[in-house]
């Protein structure tokens, strides 16, 4: 398996559409999507047709929580003024079939194969998993061999090694990393749509279960065309700052 691997779109077209010539050349047989298709961006429909229609590798595609309330099955308890407002305005903006589309997205965990796609954890699509010790709790309760998994908007890994010891890094710039065999993986792409480790180029990777690799990717995108549309949708002017810190 070869698998072309993102998360947390959150309606930037102008990100996604920077992915998808980056990896126009590649060949990956899958595309996972991690959850947050929307939310946040003026864009969602944009997104939506696209992953909804994307041809030439199979569709793996688990929902997050801004997915959730987008489709009208959650209020946006928990959510912050700006996240809330850009849930609820994208709920109103919906096509028809991407309404259905969110509804009809199952919750993770999803297994292919050996890999176990999650938005937050495995147990709890709103799990933040961010250090060592979260990611001890997540290979504790699965016996999966990679997991991957978004809703940080960060790129890492975290590795269990046979002796059981947890070791995790960051993944700053782009970088191709060899898996060994014998250890389990706990993968993060990072976030298309809305970068939070202060580089705001969109992230995403390409994982290959047969070559055992992992490579993370960056893109820059045309981020003013990105605020533009928030702010010309009426959205909180913080979601367009924000994109250009990567924050």
């Not at 696209?50 to 959730?68: L, Q, S």
């Not at 709790?137 to 809703?151: E, K, M, P, W």
């Not at 290959?208 to 690799?213: E, P, R, V």
Request: charged fraction near 25%.
């Amino acid at each position: 398996m070869r698998a072309l691997v993102v998360s947390d779109l959150h309606s930037n077209a102008e990100a996604m559409r920077a992915v998808m010539a980056r990896v126009r050349r590649k060949k990956f047989d899958h595309i996972f999507c991690l959850g947050d298709f929307v939310g946040y961006g003026a864009q969602p429909n944009q997104i939506l047709d696209t992953m909804r229609t994307f041809k030439g590798a199979k569709k793996v595609y688990i929902r997050g929580n801004h997915d959730r309330v987008a489709a009208g099955l959650d209020e946006a308890e928990g959510f912050n003024a700006a996240a809330k407002h850009a849930a609820l305005w994208t709920r109103e903006h919906l096509s028809a079939p991407n309404r259905r589309f969110l509804r009809d997205l199952p919750l993770g965990p999803v297994m292919r194969d050996e890999v176990q796609l999650c938005h937050g954890s495995p147990q709890d699509e709103d799990e933040y998993v961010f250090n060592g010790h979260h990611a001890a709790g997540v290979f504790a309760s699965t016996d999966a061999r990679f997991i991957l998994y978004g809703h940080t908007h960060m790129p890492v890994i975290f590795a269990l090694d046979e002796n059981g010891y947890v070791e995790g890094a960051a993944i700053r710039a782009e970088a191709t990393l060899r898996l060994s065999e014998g250890f389990r993986y706990l993968i993060n792409p990072g976030s298309v749509g809305q970068p939070r480790d202060r580089n705001p180029a969109a992230s995403f990777a390409i994982f290959d279960s047969k070559a055992l690799t992992i490579q993370f990717f960056r893109v820059p995108y045309d981020i003013p065309k990105a605020q533009a549309s928030i702010l010309a949708a009426g959205l909180p002017r913080i979601l367009a700052d924000r994109l250009a810190l990567g924050t």
